[in-house]
């Protein structure tokens, strides 16, 4: 049988591709759990100091798969209990990871799928892609997280006329926006998102975790508890080895060499 998700390990990045390309990559029960169980490795495994994101074929990710909620089925599902089951421990995984991960949107990212990129921590787009967040189509609400992370992302203006009316954002105005970090040429686009995760990936992991975690909780900390918070972080960085070598390394005058610890 085919596998949802692909995933291979290189130089310390995770490549994970989503992998249902006739469904637009859209969830079901199988690629979900697939997928969380990836994040768990780059949770677990310490060769993996970066992890890589995207979609096989055309699409990026359309979210769940529809064909799973068929009303016809006489089955009224519990969506509650699928966040709650499903998307809600992947997206805890994915921001809670202390490594860096780098979203490359090849394509369409609609409903959870949208979300799912925008809970990543770096967004490339292919220019031809788009973000719908398709939820109210279909009577339902900006779920995978992303009433929260559209929210902060582009603010509530933006937020509300987006998911409102399920109109697309293309990659080049996303990044105008401030939602994702780039738009890129389509056929640049898994260059440029390797380029970046490998370049991650030979950095300073503890640290890079560090400051991915601090960043997360500035949208919820006062000013008073943040500047604890970097207190305490930099004082554990301070303490990596990996800052010790980035020292030793600039007085003499040579590039880095990263152990991620
Ligand atoms: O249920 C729960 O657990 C709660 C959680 C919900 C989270 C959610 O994500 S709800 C939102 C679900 N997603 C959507 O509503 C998006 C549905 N898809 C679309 O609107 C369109 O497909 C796109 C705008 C994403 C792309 O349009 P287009 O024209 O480029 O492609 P297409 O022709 O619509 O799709 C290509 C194929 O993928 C097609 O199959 P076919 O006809 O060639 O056999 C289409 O049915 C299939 N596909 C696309 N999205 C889904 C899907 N099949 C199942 N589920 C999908 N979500």
Same mark, same amino acid.
């Given at each position: 049988e085919t596998q949802t998700v692909l995933s291979s390990l290189d130089s310390g990045v995770l490549t994970v591709t989503l992998n249902r390309p006739d469904k637009l990559n859209s969830f079901n029960e199988v690629m979900h759990l697939a997928l969380r169980d990836q994040i768990q490795r780059a949770h677990s +495994?310490? +060769?993996?100091?970066a992890v890589l994101l995207t979609g096989a074929g055309r699409g990026f990710c359309a979210g769940q798969d529809l064909g799973d909620r068929d009303p016809r089925s006489g089955e009224k599902p519990d969506l509650g209990r699928t966040l709650n089951t499903f998307y809600n421990p992947t997206l805890r995984l994915i921001r809670s990871l202390n490594k860096p991960v780098v979203c490359a949107v090849n394509g369409v990212a609609a409903g959870a799928g949208a979300n799912i990129a925008l809970a990543c921590d770096i967004v490339l787009a292919a220019k031809s892609a788009k973000f719908i967040q398709a939820f109210s189509k279909i009577g339902l609400i900006p779920d995978a997280g992303g009433s929260w992370a559209l929210t902060r992302l582009v603010g509530e203006a933006r937020a509300k006329a987006l998911a409102l009316t399920a109109e697309p954002v293309m990659a080049e105005q996303a990044a105008e926006w401030g939602m994702i970090w780039r738009a890129v040429e389509d056929a640049d686009l898994m260059a440029e998102a390797q380029a970046l995760a490998a370049k991650l990936a030979a950095g300073p992991t503890f640290g890079l975790g560090l400051t991915k975690q601090l960043i997360q909780e500035a949208a919820t900390n006062d000013f008073s508890t943040q500047l604890d918070r970097e207190r305490d972080c930099q004082q554990a960085a301070g303490h990596s080895a990996d800052y010790a070598e980035g020292v030793l390394a600039f007085l003499e005058k040579r590039p880095s060499s990263f152990k991620g610890c």
């Amino acid at each position: 049988e085919t596998q949802t998700v692909l995933s291979s390990l290189d130089s310390g990045v995770l490549t994970v591709t989503l992998n249902r390309p006739d469904k637009l990559n859209s969830f079901n029960e199988v690629m979900h759990l697939a997928l969380r169980d990836q994040i768990q490795r780059a949770h677990s +495994d310490g +060769d993996v100091r970066a992890v890589l994101l995207t979609g096989a074929g055309r699409g990026f990710c359309a979210g769940q798969d529809l064909g799973d909620r068929d009303p016809r089925s006489g089955e009224k599902p519990d969506l509650g209990r699928t966040l709650n089951t499903f998307y809600n421990p992947t997206l805890r995984l994915i921001r809670s990871l202390n490594k860096p991960v780098v979203c490359a949107v090849n394509g369409v990212a609609a409903g959870a799928g949208a979300n799912i990129a925008l809970a990543c921590d770096i967004v490339l787009a292919a220019k031809s892609a788009k973000f719908i967040q398709a939820f109210s189509k279909i009577g339902l609400i900006p779920d995978a997280g992303g009433s929260w992370a559209l929210t902060r992302l582009v603010g509530e203006a933006r937020a509300k006329a987006l998911a409102l009316t399920a109109e697309p954002v293309m990659a080049e105005q996303a990044a105008e926006w401030g939602m994702i970090w780039r738009a890129v040429e389509d056929a640049d686009l898994m260059a440029e998102a390797q380029a970046l995760a490998a370049k991650l990936a030979a950095g300073p992991t503890f640290g890079l975790g560090l400051t991915k975690q601090l960043i997360q909780e500035a949208a919820t900390n006062d000013f008073s508890t943040q500047l604890d918070r970097e207190r305490d972080c930099q004082q554990a960085a301070g303490h990596s080895a990996d800052y010790a070598e980035g020292v030793l390394a600039f007085l003499e005058k040579r590039p880095s060499s990263f152990k991620g610890c």
